[in-house]
């Protein structure tokens, strides 16, 4: 009888362990897909080398939307031709701002269309609430695709949004975001 | 230990009951549940700046300024210019529906040559090759047509045939060439616009200013601003539309003889006890008019009562600045002669060339040698061109080319119009759609559109200021396809007819030169307005006096009103995609379009509400739906133009009848101009 109890108690032990171990670790393995910018940026070199502020590339427009991430019209400026030894900065020349092709960054948080999301609105906020702290970073994250959703990873979910809106006194009403 | 049945089901049920504890499930569910959302035909946002650029609309008769919303440098809506002046924050339904069209499944998407009954791609290099080998074989035996009469590549085109020896350059129908020719009639010399902002009485014979006729977006700002400075507008026409409804008073008047009614008011006027005796050639006129134009003569032709036509002469008169727009229904057919009755009428109120009433603008200066005089160009008659082509009694040309522009489709003697075009040796379009005339074109070498181009656009006509607008281009070409104003320029070069400029840029800069006017102003969006106006020395009449013509009642058949609506397209353009939602229920019914009659004159014929009908002119036939409709004024037929497509795309193609079969064109003597405004009909159960 002992050794039936082991039978049924070990086996189901171990399947309860061997699908945690699954879920947490092997899943997100399976259902995200690790991609690279086209072009490892530096944000070091910007910031701390050329003094540049973040406002430099990433800056609200007259009428209050964001730019977002910057086009090659910003980059021109200074990189028409390659500036430094950096091979990525000479792909970046070449391949792209003498071909007059934009670059396709890929975005860790972009938000699905039906949702509407004001970074004005949200200026009081550190950038680092939401994003990664790339200012810092001599090489962008890697990016983690969902297979499934195609979303980022890193894309905030609503109750992510739900949760900030109700712990700081914001409207949670359907159109704050739906439009 | 080994594994038995027992240990595997604890084995799954431990691993089950794990998974509750991880993300797994409910992960997967949440995906799966957004990538239900992703399918791939979903349009996706672009994010990106938003801006508001300066662009030129031409879909319609009319060209005007209007602003473009970009997003991240890709059109996404139109609207209305506040600061042109032709536009002043309004807008035209093709206008509105000018972005869709830049992504039109009928885009010519690039150079396309004739393979037996359908088209091959060629390469831009192969079709410019192509059309200078033409060009040099040709010789003088070329000819082209434009539907653009303000832009520079009419002139371009035009200077590229006349470069090569030939006079036949030829507008598309329109009023710009009767009114010039009417202006010639009373002494004049110049473009005739309109200072309706500035009249203080608007009398509308037949224009429909605010549906489709001249400026409809600087009409309907002027009409607007009439209400709270008291301007009265009074529209004759021969049915109600959406001129009429809004107007202060609707005068039904028979359709293509409002001309007729202008000089019953003339006789009514000079009739009065004002002495004239001293003005040049008012003496003639006034007894002409008084005895050919007797008010009862003039309300047997028009419909118009006499106490209506007796009473709008007091109120011409009486009125301060009174502006009287002559026009047919549809903005095109009438003859020189009858636009210069109109214009004589405002002669005789002494409203021509002043503030507020008609003004005669400076021609567009000329930069291309070899073109001809727009005053020439505007001169020579392409309808009695083309039936003269088709009839044999001119020879056809050996090269035609076909600018922004749509014979095959929206000609009077429409017949005539294709089987000239049919034995044209070797056929050129440079339409940005596959429509008529591209479908029968030999070579199609496809323009930009407009937002990909630079374009420019010299006072419109019914402009009451000289004004001229360029606009640059918006966006990168969406498809292969290149300015036309560049390759005719490239072709000319190629076939050793320079025409002394390398580009269409350098066009555009020595007609802003010619006229004083900053060309990177106006590619920013700021119009250049012309302050002068040419003095003139006016006469009534210039030319021979003569009653005009009016197709005879039979009592049997009915008066044709053709009308424009914009919303359905125009000459250039087919219905646009988005605007096929527009067609309201009472103007198709399944792929028929109504015609419209009222209650008495269906009965008359023994139709009734829905009846499939036939219109049959001389020209040709239409079918189409009866639609009872009270607003029109006995035994007369309103048909719609715009419809009745057999090229272009699924929204526009097979829809309604092409009432431009129903429109046969007659020379005018003096003028040799084709007139083609009154037309009777048959209609006939189908």
Not at chain 2, 159 to 166: E, R, T
Not at chain 2, 187 to 216: F, K, M, R, T
Not at chain 2, 230 to 249: E, H, L, M, R
Not at chain 2, 570 to 590: C, H, Q, W, Y
Request: a negative charge; one cysteine or more; hydrophobic letters at 45%.
């Amino acid at each position: 009888m002992a050794k039936c109890k082991s039978c049924v108690v070990l086996p189901f032990l171990i399947g309860l362990v061997a699908s945690i171990v699954l879920g947490w670790w092997g899943f997100p393995k399976v259902l995200y897909s690790q991609k690279t910018q086209p072009i490892r940026f530096d944000h070091v070199v910007h910031v701390e080398d050329q003094a540049m502020a973040c406002e430099d590339c990433h800056a609200f427009r007259e009428d209050g939307s964001f730019t977002g991430l910057p086009t090659n019209a910003n980059c021109v400026g200074c990189h028409e031709d390659v500036q430094g030894e950096d091979p990525d900065e000479a792909r970046f020349v070449t391949e792209y701002v003498q071909q007059e092709k934009e670059v396709e960054w890929l975005a860790y948080q972009t938000q699905p269309d039906n949702v509407y999301f004001s970074h004005i609105a949200h200026k009081e906020l550190e950038c680092t609430s939401c994003h990664p702290d790339v200012a810092k970073m001599k090489t962008p994250p890697v990016y983690h695709e969902n297979r499934l959703s195609g979303y980022s990873k890193d894309t905030m979910k609503m109750w992510q949004c739900e949760e900030c809106h109700a712990k700081t006194g914001a409207s949670n009403a359907c159109f704050v975001c739906h439009k | 230990m080994g594994i038995d049945r027992r240990s595997f089901i604890s084995l799954v049920a431990g691993g089950v009951a794990g998974s509750l504890f991880t993300p797994v499930i409910w992960k997967s569910l949440d995906d799966v549940s957004i990538w239900t959302q992703n399918w791939p035909w979903i349009p996706r946002l672009q994010y990106g700046e938003e801006a508001k650029v300066p662009a030129l609309c031409k879909l319609g008769a009319d060209a005007y300024g209007m602003k473009v919303k970009t997003v991240a440098g890709r059109p996404v809506a139109a609207e209305g210019d506040a600061d042109h002046p032709l536009s002043q924050g309004g807008i035209c339904p093709l206008g509105a529906a000018s972005v869709h069209m830049l992504y039109s499944p009928s885009r010519v998407k690039n150079p396309k040559l004739k393979d037996g009954s359908s088209f091959k791609d060629i390469s831009w290099e192969e079709a410019e090759d192509l059309l200078a080998g033409k060009l040099k074989e040709a010789g003088a035996g070329v000819a082209m047509i434009s539907g653009d009469e303000t832009g520079s590549v009419t002139d371009v085109l035009a200077g590229l045939v006349g470069k090569a020896g030939s006079d036949k350059t030829f507008l598309m129908p329109g009023e710009s060439a009767p009114a010039a020719a009417a202006l010639a009639m009373i002494g004049g010399d110049g473009q005739v616009g309109y200072d309706i902002e500035n009249a203080s009485y608007v009398l509308l014979l037949g224009a429909d200013a605010l549906g489709s006729w001249g400026n409809v977006a600087r009409n309907g700002k002027a009409f607007g601003a009439s209400r709270e400075k008291g301007v009265k507008f009074v529209y004759a026409g021969p049915a109600q539309n959406g001129t009429s409804a809004v107007c202060d008073s609707w005068v039904p008047c028979a359709p293509g003889t409002e001309a007729v009614l202008a000089l019953g008011l003339a006789a009514v006027i000079s009739a009065g006890g004002r002495d004239r005796a001293s003005w040049p050639g008012y003496a003639d006129f006034a007894k002409f008019v008084q005895s050919a134009y007797a008010p009862e003569k003039v309300s047997e032709i028009t419909g118009v009562s006499v106490d209506v036509i007796k009473g709008l002469a007091q109120e011409l008169v009486r009125t301060g600045r009174p502006l009287v727009l002559t026009a047919a229904g549809a903005g095109q057919g009438l003859g020189a002669f009858e636009m210069a009755a109109g214009m004589s009428l405002n002669l005789l109120l002494e409203r021509v060339n002043t503030v507020g009433g008609v003004r005669i603008l400076p021609w567009s200066p000329k930069v291309v040698e070899s073109a001809p005089e727009k005053k020439a160009l505007l001169a020579a008659d392409l309808a009695g061109y083309l039936t003269s082509v088709a009839d044999g009694a001119t020879e056809a040309p050996a090269l035609l080319m076909v600018h922004a522009a749509n014979p095959a489709y929206a000609m009077p003697n429409l017949a005539k119009a294709q089987a000239a075009i049919d034995k044209a040796g070797f056929v050129v379009s440079f339409s940005s759609f596959m429509d008529e005339t591209a479908a029968m074109a030999d070579l199609i070498m496809p323009d930009c559109y407009a937002f990909e181009r630079l374009d420019d656009a010299y006072s419109p006509y019914g402009s009451g200021q000289p004004n001229y607008t360029v606009a640059g281009s918006i966006i990168k070409p969406v498809y292969d396809t290149k300015p036309a104003g560049d390759v005719i320029l490239s072709v000319a070069a190629k076939a050793g007819l320079e025409l002394g400029f390398e580009t269409f840029e350098d066009v555009v800069k020595a007609k802003a030169e010619a006229l004083g006017a900053d060309f990177d102003a106006m590619v920013e969006g700021t119009p250049w307005l012309g302050e002068e106006f040419p003095a003139q020395d006016l006469a009534l009449w210039a030319t021979p006096l003569k009653e005009i013509p009016v197709a005879a009642k039979d009592g049997k058949s009915l008066a044709l009103a053709p009308a424009s609506q914009l919303k359905v397209g125009s000459a250039k353009v087919a219905i646009p995609p988005f605007n096929t939602n527009a067609i309201r229920f009472d103007e198709m019914l399944g792929k028929d379009m109504y015609v419209l009659m009222n209650g008495a004159t269906a009965k008359n014929l023994g139709v009734k509400k829905d009846d499939a009908v036939k219109l049959s002119a001389a020209a040709g036939e239409c079918k189409a739906r009866v639609r009872i409709f009270e607003g029109v004024m006995n035994d007369t037929v309103v048909a719609p133009l715009g419809f009745g497509h057999t090229a272009w795309d699924d929204f526009s193609r097979g829809k309604g009848d092409n009432v431009y079969k129903l429109l046969a064109a007659e020379a005018e003597g003096e003028t040799g101009l084709s007139r083609f405004a009154t037309a009777r009909v048959t209609v006939s159960k189908a």
